[in-house]
């Protein structure tokens, strides 16, 4: 669980924020005057590094506030939980400013330097899987931007061309970051230009992505683009398909088989927190689902 305490301000470390521009704070200093931080700043309590919250620091430095509520999360689990909460609050309530696609994918890194649960075993937990949700990208797509970000890092000392190409390469994928998040066609997308870098080529602007999934005019690509389109579609339904009976199936199975094995008496005070918190989390979930089949009928 995170833990949530007042602390002074210049405890903070904001050497590196987040966002690479930070936008006006007028309506949000007066929010602060009129109601104060609703939303706690994200700190890691390893390092005293502001993960989110910047925009909120720098309100209350202007305002001179001399402390500040500040949230300290305990693994990254409960740090995506506590930034959930704030990105689904609305725009009137925080004063808050839509991130850029770099701001985010910054942000996702930062997630990711928090421990992993200590009570779930490592080699079955993807921290991925929690941050790029928690910024509203796919894990997969997180997975690509942040390689190309390391490839661009490994050319930093002499700028060749490989390193102009990743450079390249990362400018176009936040492009499409934001084409369509957290979706199919975006995530095809990052893939086919991560896979042209691989290549040993340079993409130089998203449309010649985006004409590759629209049809083609021309040189009789018009009917072969129209069919490759419907095979893939068909594909990917019938996988879509497959993987939610699938995830159904792993879903009604493990709840079955916890029921019918019964919980042990020594579980700990930290484990039980888990699973009490996971199991709501899940019931939330499961009852969106349950009302979206519902809908279809």
């Known amino acids: ?136 990208l796919t894990p997969k797509s997180l997975r690509r931007v942040v390689r190309m970000i390391d490839a661009c890092q490994e050319g930093q000392l002499e700028c060749d061309e490989k390193c102009y190409s990743a450079r390249k390469t990362l400018t176009v994928m936040l492009s499409a970051v934001d084409l369509s998040p957290n979706s199919v066609d975006a995530e095809r997308m990052i893939d086919r230009i991560y896979a042209k870098f691989r290549r040993g080529q340079t993409p130089e602007t998203l449309s010649e992505f985006e004409e590759g999934m629209t049809n083609k005019e021309g040189s009789g690509q018009l009917e072969i683009a129209t069919a490759i389109t419907k095979v893939a579609a068909q594909r990917f339904r019938k996988r879509t398909i497959a993987d939610f009976r699938m995830g159904i199936d792993q879903v009604t199975g493990g709840i079955s088989g916890l029921v019918s094995f019964g919980l042990p008496d020594d579980i700990p005070a930290g484990s039980r927190d888990y699973a009490m918190k996971e199991i709501k989390r899940g019931r939330q979930d499961l009852y969106v689902l349950l009302k979206q089949l519902q809908e279809m009928q």
């Not at 309506?27 to 104060?36: D, E, F, Q, T």
């Not at 725009?91 to 808050?96: D, G, H, I, R, S």
């Open 1 to 136: 669980m995170a833990d949530f305490k007042t602390i002074p301000l210049d405890h903070i470390n904001v050497d590196f924020p987040v966002r690479h521009a930070i936008p006006s704070l007028d309506g949000l200093k007066a929010s602060v005057k009129r109601v104060g931080i609703r939303t706690p700043l994200l700190v890691n309590p390893a390092s005293m590094e502001l993960v989110s919250g910047y925009r909120r620091y720098r309100a209350c430095v202007e305002l001179r506030r001399a402390t500040v509520r500040v949230a300290f999360p305990a693994d990254v689990v409960d740090a995506c939980t506590v930034l959930g909460d704030h990105v689904t609050a609305s725009e009137e309530q925080l004063c808050a400013v839509p991130m850029a696609p770099r701001d985010r994918v910054n942000l996702a890194i930062r997630l990711n330097e928090f421990p992993k649960p200590a009570d779930v075993p490592k080699r079955s937990f993807s921290c991925s899987a929690h941050t790029a949700l928690a910024v509203d």
